[in-house]
C-alpha cells in the first residue's frame, strides 16, 4: 500500500512540476532539450542562458514557434512518462541493493534501468530532430553549433578531476596478493 501511494504521490508530483513548468518558463525550446534532466546544477545557469540566446538568434517565424511550442509539450509528455518509469525502476535497484538481493536479480535490474535511460536519450534525439525539421538551413546551422556547445559541456561534467588509475592484469593482481601475504 505504501508504495503505491508513493508511486502515485511521485506521478502527480512530476505532472505538477511538468505543467508549472510550461506555464513558468513558457519556453518550448527548454522543453524539446530537456536540458533540466540532462546537467548538473552546476552548470544550469549557464544552459539557461545558451538557450535564451538560442531562442533568440534562430529568430522563429510564428508558424514554426507554433509547431515548437506542439513539438515541446509534446516532447515533454513523452519524457515524462519515461522519467517516471526510470526513477520508479532505480529506486527498485537502490532497495534491491540496500535489502542485498541476489546479485542476478541487480544485474537485471541495472539492465532495464539502462533500457530506461536510453529509451529517454532516444527520444530526446527524436524531439530535436522534429524540432531541426522545421527549422531553414541557416537556422539548422545555428542549431547545430548549439548542439556542439551542449556536448561539451555534458563531457566537461562527466570528466571531471577523476584520478587515472592503472589498471592491473590477472597475473600481476595474483601477485600483489600473494606478496602481501
Known sequence: MKKAMLILLSIISL????????????????????????F??????????????????????????????????????????????????????????KNGAPIKQIQSQIKLVQSLKSRLNLTRKKNMKEFEAILTQEQQTYFSQFKVDLQQIKEKETHFNREQQEVQNRDESLKSLENSN
Do not use: W
Open 40 to 97: 548538473s546544477q552546476t552548470n544550469s545557469e549557464l544552459i539557461q542562458q545558451k538557450i535564451k540566446d538560442l531562442s533568440t538568434n534562430l529568430n522563429l517565424t510564428p508558424e514554426q514557434q507554433l509547431k515548437t511550442n506542439a513539438i515541446g509539450i509534446n516532447s515533454a509528455k513523452k519524457l515524462n512518462i519515461y522519467k517516471v518509469q526510470f526513477i520508479e525502476e532505480k529506486n527498485k535497484l537502490i532497495t534491491m541493493r
Open 15 to 38: 505532472n505538477c512540476i511538468f505543467m508549472l513548468t510550461i506555464k513558468a518558463e513558457g519556453s518550448a525550446l527548454k522543453l524539446i532539450i530537456s536540458a533540466d534532466t540532462q
